[in-house]
C-alpha cells in the first residue's frame, strides 16, 4: 500500500487537532501519567523500608516504573485503533471518509495515527520522568532498548489491528484489549518478576509475547544488555511478529470485506 | 458520446436466504456526461443501496458497474476520486473542529495538492454562502448549515460527478430552493458535473431533473425523460364528483358504464357523497353526468383532478395507481373504497 507522505502528515495534524479540541482531556492524560509514577516511587519505597526492594535485575523502581510503563504503552497502542474508529462511527465521520480515495484500511485506521504517536510520548515520557525521582538507567544500552521497543511495537499495532477488526464486525468494545491487557498485566512480570509462579503457571507467561518485550526491555534499560545478549528474546518477539502482522492484516481484509457485504460500517 | 455511468446486471442482495434481502436486482442504467439523473423511489426502493454500491461503499453480490471510466470493484480509489457523495446525516463532522479545517482533512484524503487545499477551501464555503462560518466550530452550526457544509465537503476535490443522496432533506424551503438551484444552473449546467439525485420526494424531481429513473423493490421500473414517462402513461381522466340523491344506485349505473375504469367512494354524508372516478375515455363523462340525472341526483361539484406530474407517473409504474396516486394526488379522506 503506497502511502502518501503527505496524507500521513495530515492524519497525524488531524487526530492532534481533534485531540487537542478535548483539551482537559488532553492534559488529564499525560498528568495521569505522572501520578502513577508516583504509585511506583511509594510501592517501591515501602519494599525498600522493609528491605526487599533490591531484586536480581537492580531497584525495584526502576523495575515496576518499566513494567508499568510498557504495560501502559500496551494498552494505549491495543486501544488507540478501535477505540478512534468506534468514535468515527458515533459521529458518522466514517462514511465520508470511506468515499474519499484513500484506501479502506488507511481510513480505518489513520485517524488513529496521533494516538500512537502520544502513546510512545507517554511512555518515553513516563521512563525519562521516572529518572528525576531514582529510576537507574546508568547501565542503560539506549540503542538495544530502541531496537526493542520498535520490535515490541509491531506486534502491539497487530493487537491494535484485530481488535479494530473486532469493532468494524460487532461493532461493540471489544474484548480483545482487555483480554490481552489482564493476561499481561498478571502473567507478564509488570509488578514482579515471573519466577516467583510456580513452573506450571510460568507456562502461560512464556506463551505471552509481552514477557519477552518486557525482559528485553529491562534488560537493555537496567542491565546494559546488547542485542546478542538479547538474542533469543529478540528472535522470539520477531517470531510473533512475523506471526502476527500478516494474521491482523488478513482478519482486518475480512472484516472491511464483511462490512462491505453488509454496509453495516456506518450503523453504530 | 460514453456513459459516464454504467450499470449492468447489478444485484445487491444483504444476508443469506431464506432471510435475504434483495436490495438492488439486475439493474442495467447508463448515465450520460453532464446529466442531472433522478433516482426516485419509495423508502427501502433500494436508492440509497445503489448509490453506495457506485460510491464503493458496498460490494456489489452480483453484476457491475462503471463510474467515471472506472470498475466499482476493482478500481475503488480511481472511482472515489471521480465522485462527491452527499448523504441526508449532516452529523457527519467533526464537531469541535472550525468548518475549514474539516474540509482541508478531507480535502487531503482526496489527494488533493497541499498547496491547492486554501484556495479551495475558501471556493466550495464561498459558493454554499458559509465563508463567515469558516473559522467556527461544526457544532455550531444549524441542520441547514451542515447539510450545505455536507455539499461542500462533497465538491472539495472538484470530482465530475455527484451523488446527491436527499441533499435538502433538512433543509428549510430557502434554503433548499437555494441549493436545488445552485445544483442545476451552476454545478449540473455550467461546471458540467454530472449529478445523480436521490429523492424520494416527487416534488423535488420535476422540472429539475433531465432524466428519471423510478426504482421499485430494487428494480428499475421506468427509466426517461419526465415528458417521456408521461407519454406512456395511459390515457385516463380523473374526476372528482360530489353528487345528491341516490348515490347507490347512481354510482352502480357508473360501474355500468363501460369506459368507467373505477368508482373510489372517498366521502358520504347524509345528503351529498363524493366520489373519485377514473374513465378510460373521456366522453364517458356525458353518460357519468345522464346517470345522475336519471336517478333524479344532481351534481354538487366536480372537477378534473388528474394531473400529468411525477406524483402520476411513478405511481402508475409501481402498480400503485389508484390506491395511492389518486388518493394523494386528491384532497379528503383516505379510508376511500373502491367500488371497482
Known sequence: ?268 | MKPIVTTQGLTKIYGAEPNAVHAITDLTLQIMPGELFGLFGPNGAGKSTLVRLLTTLLAPTRGAAVVGGYNIVRDELQVRASCGLVTSNERSFYGRLSAAQNLSFFASMQNMNRQEIPRRVTYVLDLFGLTAKAGAAVQSFSTGQRQRLNMARALIHDPPILFLDEPTKSMDVQTSDFVKGLIKEELNLRQGKTVIYISHELYEMDNFCDRVAILVDGRARVVGTPAELVARLPRRALYRIEVQGDVASISQKWLKIESVETVTLVSEGPAIAAYNLALVDEAAWLSVMEAVHEYGGRVETYRRVDDQSLRQIVAHFSNDFTDSAVNEALPGPQDNRQLR
Open chain 1, 1 to 268: 500500500m503506497k502511502i502518501r507522505a503527505g496524507k500521513l502528515t495530515a492524519l497525524i495534524s488531524h487526530s492532534f487537532q481533534l485531540a487537542w479540541s478535548y483539551k482537559l482531556n488532553f492534559i488529564l492524560r499525560y498528568l495521569t501519567s505522572v501520578i502513577t509514577i508516583l504509585l511506583y516511587f511509594f510501592l517501591a519505597l515501602l519494599l525498600q523500608q522493609s528491605g526487599q526492594a533490591v531484586i536480581r535485575e537492580g531497584s525495584y523502581f526502576t523495575f515496576v516504573l518499566i513494567g508499568g510503563a510498557s504495560l501502559r504503552y500496551l494498552m494505549l497502542i491495543t486501544q488507540a485503533f478501535s477505540a478512534n474508529l468506534r468514535e468515527e462511527m458515533l459521529i458518522g465521520t466514517i462514511e465520508p471518509l470511506l468515499v474519499t480515495a484513500t484506501p479502506t484500511s488507511l481510513s480505518v485506521l489513520g485517524p488513529s495515527s496521533w494516538w500512537l504517536i502520544q502513546a510512545t510520548l507517554i511512555f518515553i515520557g513516563q521512563l525519562l520522568l521516572g529518572a528525576l525521582v531514582g529510576a537507574d538507567y546508568s547501565q542503560a544500552n539506549w540503542s538495544s532498548a530502541l531496537v526493542v521497543l520498535l520490535i515490541s511495537l509491531a506486534g502491539f499495532a497487530s493487537y491494535g489491528i484485530i481488535s479494530a477488526a473486532f469493532t468494524i464486525v460487532f461493532k461493540r468494545s471489544d474484548p480483545v484489549v482487555l483480554f490481552i491487557s489482564s493476561i499481561a498485566y498478571v502473567f507478564s512480570g509488570v509488578f514482579f518478576p515471573i519466577e516467583i509462579f510456580p513452573p506450571w503457571l510460568r507456562i502461560i507467561s512464556y506463551l505471552v509475547p509481552f514477557t519477552y518485550a518486557l525482559r528485553a526491555l529491562r534488560g537493555a534499560l537496567m542491565g546494559g544488555a546488547s542485542l546478542a545478549d538479547m538474542a533469543l528474546d529478540i528472535a522470539i518477539l520477531l517470531g510473533f511478529a512475523v506471526v502476527l502482522i500478516p494474521l491482523s492484516i488478513r482478519v482486518l481484509s475480512y472484516a472491511i470485506r464483511r462490512m462491505k457485504d453488509t454496509g453495516e460500517l456506518v450503523h453504530y
